[in-house]
């Protein structure tokens, strides 16, 4: 809660950084932001952290997933807030950041080419969801079968998370973030 207003009573009702940068605006969304990403960073990195395995192996990618998912469903399901959290986006940003930096970049270079494009953040997302398997399976290699496993989870799971935003898509419903002012403004 900022600013005395929770802004799942506003907007989308969602508690993520784009329902906030809509509600609050971008110098409290940005920080919400920040901090969902850094949380899943850190998560996935504390195995590596605490050597838990040998780098580069599959043990520590698979530990590094299991910690990233904690934090990512901590997020999705806030004991604190009546488990009525934000759609992870951000968190798992911050997960596969640790887990494969370069892959992630090329993610976030599609969720910008289609949020760029649309105006929609929610249609980037998920575009960017999806290419990370598609990336990984073609491009990358991991010695993790549980990340390959993963990737697709993650695909599916944007797509769940993100299914009211769909409707509202399909409905030409959804809000785009950065709206452009009428010629009356």
Not at 92 to 101: C, N, Q, R, W
Not at 122 to 130: E, F, K, T, V
């Amino acid at each position: 809660i900022f600013h005395k207003i929770d802004v799942r009573e506003h907007g989308s009702g969602n508690a993520g950084a784009t329902n906030v940068i809509r509600i609050l605006g971008w110098k409290t969304g940005i920080p919400v932001l920040l901090i969902d990403v850094v949380k899943g960073f850190v998560a996935a990195s504390l195995p590596a952290f605490f050597n838990l395995a040998p780098p580069g192996t599959a043990l520590l990618t698979n530990l590094q997933i299991f910690a990233g998912l904690f934090a990512v469903t901590g997020h999705i399901f806030p004991v604190f807030a009546g488990f009525r959290g934000g759609k992870g986006v951000a968190t798992i940003f911050g997960v596969l950041l640790a887990l494969h930096p370069f892959l992630t970049v090329s993610c976030l270079g599609v969720f910008f080419l289609v949020f760029l494009a649309t105006g929609y953040v929610s249609l980037g997302s998920m575009s960017a969801g999806i290419a990370f398997p598609i990336f990984l399976f073609l491009f990358f290699d991991t010695p993790s079968v549980f990340f390959k496993i993963f990737s697709v989870v993650v695909a599916v799971g944007l797509i769940i998370t993100h299914r009211k935003n769909i409707s509202r898509l399909l409905k030409g419903e959804e809000s785009k973030l950065i709206r452009k002012k009428s010629v009356k403004e």
